[in-house]
Nanobody, 124 residues
Framework: QVQPVESGGGLVQAGGSLRLSCAASGGTFNRYAVGWFRQAPGKERAFVAAINWPGDNTPRYVDSVKDRFIIWRDNAKDWVYLQMNSLKFEDTAVYYC????????????????WGQGTQVTVSS
């Protein structure tokens, strides 16, 4: 079974940018939609963005990140990326990558396989 592996987190000032990457370990993302979630301290894990399977790269975003975050996938490398621009303090969280049956399913929290997460900290 495919295991998502996240990378790219770190510390950034408000207004800055970060790019998160998600690699497929032990399998392939090619049959799945892939999404990003985040969990801030004291809060539940929440949907951020997702992209459908190759051939239907329809993205879906939570309203709070629209026009700031971009999700895309490199099918040749089997990676999924999340470009985060104009970062805000409230974007601080552990970010998780997960596979799912569709972007709709992921937006409802229905992930199949989950990564271990990568920390993103935005300083104000």
């Amino acid at each position: 079974q495919v295991q998502p592996v996240e990378s790219g987190g770190g510390l950034v000032q408000a207004g800055g940018s970060l790019r998160l990457s998600c690699a497929a370990s032990g399998g392939t993302f090619n049959r799945y939609a892939v999404g990003w979630f985040r969990q801030a301290p004291g809060k539940e894990r929440a949907f951020v963005a997702a992209i459908n399977w190759p051939g239907d790269n329809t993205p879906r975003y939570v309203d709070s990140v629209k026009d700031r975050f971009i999700i895309w996938r490199d099918n040749a490398k089997d990676w999924v990326y999340l470009q985060m621009n104009s970062l805000k303090f409230e974007d601080t969280a552990v970010y998780y990558c997960a596979t799912g049956d569709s972007t709709v399913a992921l937006s409802r929290g229905m992930g199949r396989f989950w990564g271990q997460g990568t920390q993103v900290t935005v300083s104000s």
